[in-house]
C-alpha cells in the first residue's frame, strides 16, 4: 500500500510540476508597423529591464541613406552597444513585438515585415544579440507573410499566411542547446489573428 501511495504521490508531483512550470509566453509590448509613422529621422525607442542590465532599442528612419539602408537599429545592454545593423525600407513597414518566456522571465524581441521575421534574444554566453529564428529559415509557401507571435495559450510561434495556405512552427526553449528547438505544425491553420494574444 506504502508503495501504491508513494507513486500516486510522484506522479501528482510530476503532472503539478509540469502544469505549473511549463513554458509559456506572454507578449507584453508592440509597435504595430511603427515605421510607417515615423518621420525622417525620427527613432522608436524603448527600453527593457532585464536579468542581465537594461536593455535599449533604438530603430530610427534614416531620410538620406538608400532604401537598402533605411531603418538604423541599434540596441545596448546598460551602457555597451551589442548590435547596430542597417534594414531595408519595407512595404507597410516594420512591427516589433516583447515577448516573456514565463517560466524564467527570459525577454525575447521580434522584428517582422512582409518578407521576413526576425526573433532576437539576449545570450549572455557570447555576450550580444542573437538571431534566434528567422523566417529566412523554415519552408513555407513564395510570397508567405511571416508573423511571430505569441498564442492565447502561451505557445510561440512562426506562422506563414498567404490566401488560404498557413503554416505553422512551435518553438520552445532548449536550456542544455541555448537555443530554440522547434516542431512544425503543418498547414491547414486559420490565420494567425484568431489565436494570437
Request: with cysteine; hydrophobic share 35%; net charge neutral.
Amino acid at each position: 500500500m506504502r508503495k501504491f501511495v508513494a507513486a500516486v504521490l510522484s506522479l501528482f508531483v510530476m503532472t503539478f510540476a509540469t502544469v505549473c512550470f511549463a513554458e509559456t509566453y506572454e507578449m507584453t509590448y508592440q509597435a504595430q508597423n511603427f515605421t510607417e509613422q515615423l518621420k525622417n529621422d525620427q527613432a522608436l525607442s524603448e527600453t527593457f529591464t532585464t536579468p542581465y542590465g537594461i536593455l535599449k532599442i533604438q530603430a530610427r528612419k534614416l531620410w538620406q541613406s538608400s532604401s537598402e539602408n533605411r531603418l538604423h537599429f541599434i540596441v545596448w545592454l546598460d551602457e555597451t552597444r551589442i548590435e547596430d545593423a542597417h534594414l531595408p525600407k519595407v512595404d507597410y513597414g516594420y512591427t516589433f513585438r516583447t515577448f516573456k518566456n514565463t517560466s524564467n522571465g527570459e525577454l525575447f524581441y521580434s522584428l517582422e515585415s512582409i518578407d521576413r521575421a526576425c526573433l532576437y534574444g539576449y545570450s549572455p554566453i557570447n555576450k550580444k544579440l542573437e538571431i534566434y529564428i528567422d523566417s529566412q529559415n523554415y519552408a513555407h509557401e513564395a510570397g508567405a507573410y511571416p508573423y511571430i507571435v505569441a498564442l492565447k495559450n502561451g505557445d510561440l510561434i512562426l506562422a506563414f499566411e498567404k490566401a488560404n495556405k498557413c503554416r505553422r512552427y512551435k518553438f520552445n526553449w532548449d536550456a542544455k542547446a541555448n537555443w530554440f528547438g522547434y516542431t512544425d505544425l503543418g498547414t491547414g491553420w486559420s490565420t494567425i489573428g484568431r489565436d494570437k494574444q
